[in-house]
């Protein structure tokens, strides 16, 4: 048996975990988009981060890196056991067809694994929705958490995709309205708005101790 795990967000440039083979290529019929509530690693609960998901688009595809791990069963379970606390907040596990670059007509590995959160705003409580794209910067511009601020997790993410040579127009949009944000007076940032609470009407509470607090 063997284990495939698709990287999209900071599994990119952090897998974090012990694998044999990393193929560049695309998964179809789904979009990056910033629409999920991070509180251990770059947000509190009060001021929860926005870090990726994948949410379906019949139209779109995600460039990403496929990692295998064979070895064994106790080394597919380890990686396992450290994805599942590491993605803890990415509640529900998908099986993809994984395309390699340059090969668009049939699938270079199926039954690939994905972490993904379901984009129900009443459902998961992780989900924060979309919002205007200021609204967004701000709130990435300003939150931060125990493992450093939201705002480098989106440029680290910009920089990978640009180092696999497959840039996201969505992310570097989102990351230079970020730069502009960061460009104004401290007072201008934060100002006297709430912290979005209209995009996030959630009660969000710290993660079980033990949680992977990684790279994201």
Not at 36 to 44: K, Q, S, V, Y
Not at 90 to 108: C, H, L, N, R, T
Not at 205 to 210: I, V
Request: glycine residues 8%; contains cysteine.
């Amino acid at each position: 048996m063997v284990l495939w795990v698709f990287g999209y967000g900071s599994l990119i440039w952090n897998p974090g975990f012990d694998f044999d083979e990393k193929i560049l290529g695309f998964v179809k019929g789904y979009k990056r988009t910033f629409n999920l509530a991070c509180i251990d690693h770059r947000g509190t609960p009060e001021h929860p981060a926005r870090t990726c998901t994948l949410e379906s688009d019949e139209e779109a595809i995600c460039w990403g890196i496929a990692y295998c791990v064979k070895g064994g069963l106790k080394k597919e379970q380890e990686a396992m056991k450290y994805l599942e606390r590491r993605e803890c907040e990415y509640d529900q596990k998908i099986s993809v067809d994984f395309y390699e670059e340059g090969d668009s007509s049939k699938p270079a590995v199926t039954g690939v694994l994905v972490f993904v959160s379901p984009p129900d705003p009443i459902g998961n409580k992780y989900y924060l929705g979309p919002a205007p794209l200021e609204d967004m910067a701000r709130q990435i511009a300003t939150a931060n958490g125990p493992n450093g601020n939201n705002r480098d997790y989106l440029f680290s993410m910009e920089k990978a995709l640009s180092n696999i040579c497959h840039e996201d127009d969505s992310i570097i949009e989102l990351a230079n309205e970020v730069r502009k944000v960061l460009s104004r007076p401290k007072e201008k940032i934060t100002g006297s708005d709430s912290p979005l609470k209209s995009h996030a009407l959630v009660h969000l509470s710290a993660l079980p101790e033990g949680t992977v607090v990684d790279s994201r």
